[in-house]
Each structure stands twice: as C-alpha cells, then as structure tokens.
C-alpha cells in the first residue's frame, strides 16, 4: 500500500505541477463504480460477484493541445463459487489501480464539434484475492504489475450541458507475478505470470447543469476484460486466469 500511495502522490503532483503552467480546460472527477467481477480459471474454477469502487481522476483537455490524464481507484468486495470439483470458494477481493496518460487533442474550432484524443501511458496495478473459510486453502494470492497503456479519449457535446462519448484503452502488462501467502503447507511462493493484454470500454454520459458549486455529473457504464496468462514455475504452475467486468460508474466532476 505504502508504494501505491507514493506512486499516486508523484503523479497528481507532476499533473498539478503541468498544469499550472498552462492554459487549460481540466477536469477533476470522483466517484463510486458499481460492477460485476467474473474470475474464470483454467481447470473449472469460477467466481464471481457484485464489487464496488471508488475511482479519482484528473483530465487535462484543450482543443489542439496536449492532453494530460491521471486516475487512481480502489475496489473491494467478496467473490463466491466453486472449484472444478465442485468444492465452495469463497474470498475477498481488493482493486489499486493507478495510471498517468500523455496525448493531444484534435477538435476543431467550436465546442460543439466532436473531439478526439489519442493518448499513452504508464500504470501500476495491485490486486489481493484473499479466500476464507470454507474454501479448501485459506490462501492469498497477490498479483501485481506495470503496464504499458494506449488507447483514446472522444466526445462530442449536444448541448452546452449535455455530453456524451466512448473511452477504450489497452494495456500492456510487464513482468506481471503472483505471490501466494498464508497457505497452511507452503512457504510464500512467487509464481511468473504470463504477460497478456486488457482491454477496458466506457461510455461516458456527462451532464453540466452549471449549478452546484459548477459540478457537473458523469454516468459511465463500462466493461473491462482482464487476461493473466498460464505460465509454468515451481513447485505450482500460474494457471491461465480470465476476468469480466461490467458496470457502471457515477461520479461528480469540476471544471475549471
């Protein structure tokens, strides 16, 4: 947690920095995503279960300029189901996500004209999946990675207060591991983690009623598809996991 916390305290302050120095529409949203988790195992495991989250980004985007983007979020809840033999699965599972983007904005002249910004990235992800009884092993599994992430941002604004668009992105994982903990037999166990790519969909619907302190409101269902690769390692091979994501997320955004 201690390295999460610094890596998202070096990136709002080299955001915030930027951004001073620039003329610039930024946004700053936060708010809670509501969403079904699916885990998929090779061999027949399942899970899955309803997860909430909470997600706090930052969006720097000038028409003809160079876009700025940052995000961290957090998700938490408990995932159900079964081994491939039939045996109950229960855990907790806990989300730190964060990641910084560097793009530009093509837009033409006036506001009401669609806008599309192409961007790059860096991110850090962290996840827990920590399972309790009556599953068979009280283990933990901890997988963490960097990744490399590409994608585009676009919109298009029907009125001056209503807005709409679709986000897509791709990430690239980078030496991606999963560390076993707490099981009752084995000593605490590094397992590689074949790299694989993520591909995550929203559709933004944005409403500015230019009350409220200037907040505007954000809906955004989205769906997000995770891969972590199988790969063979000592004394257990990772076996090759699939994840689904879908829901939405609402949130209050200032402009300024």
């Known amino acids: 947690m201690g390295l999460i916390l ?11 920095s930027f951004s001073a120095y620039v003329e610039a529409s930024c946004l700053i949203t936060a708010g809670t995503e509501i969403y079904r988790f699916v885990r998929n195992r090779e061999g027949g495991t399942f899970q899955d279960g309803p997860l909430k989250g909470v997600r706090i980004g930052f969006d720097r985007i000038k028409r003809y300029g160079i876009y700025l983007g940052a995000d961290y979020f957090y998700g938490e809840g408990d995932i159900n189901g079964k081994t491939a033999t039939g045996r109950q699965l229960c855990s907790n599972l806990r989300d730190n996500i964060v990641e910084i983007r560097l793009g530009f904005t093509f837009q033409q002249d006036t506001k009401q004209t669609p806008f599309f910004t192409p961007f790059a990235g860096w991110g850090y992800f962290h996840e827990v999946n920590e399972f309790f009884p009556p599953s068979p092993l009280p283990c ?3 997988d963490t990675f960097h990744y490399v992430v590409a994608g585009f941002l676009s919109g298009i604004n029907f009125t001056p207060l209503i807005s709409m668009g679709v986000n897509f992105k791709l990430k690239f994982m980078q030496d991606a591991k999963s560390v076993v903990s707490d099981d009752p037999v084995y000593d605490t166990v590094t397992l590689m983690i074949k790299d694989e790519i993520l ?13 409220l302190l200037r907040l505007g409101i954000e809906l955004a269902p989205f769906f997000e598809y995770r891969h972590f690769g199988g790969r063979e390692g000592f004394p257990f091979n990772f076996k090759d996991t699939k994840f689904y994501l879908y829901g939405a997320r609402i949130a209050l955004v200032y402009p300024f």
């Open 199 to 211: 591909a995550r969909l929203d559709l933004p619907f944005y409403y500015h009623p230019k009350i």
């Open 6 to 16: 610094r890596h998202l305290g070096n990136i709002f302050f080299l955001v915030l």
């Open 140 to 142: 933990t599994f901890t």
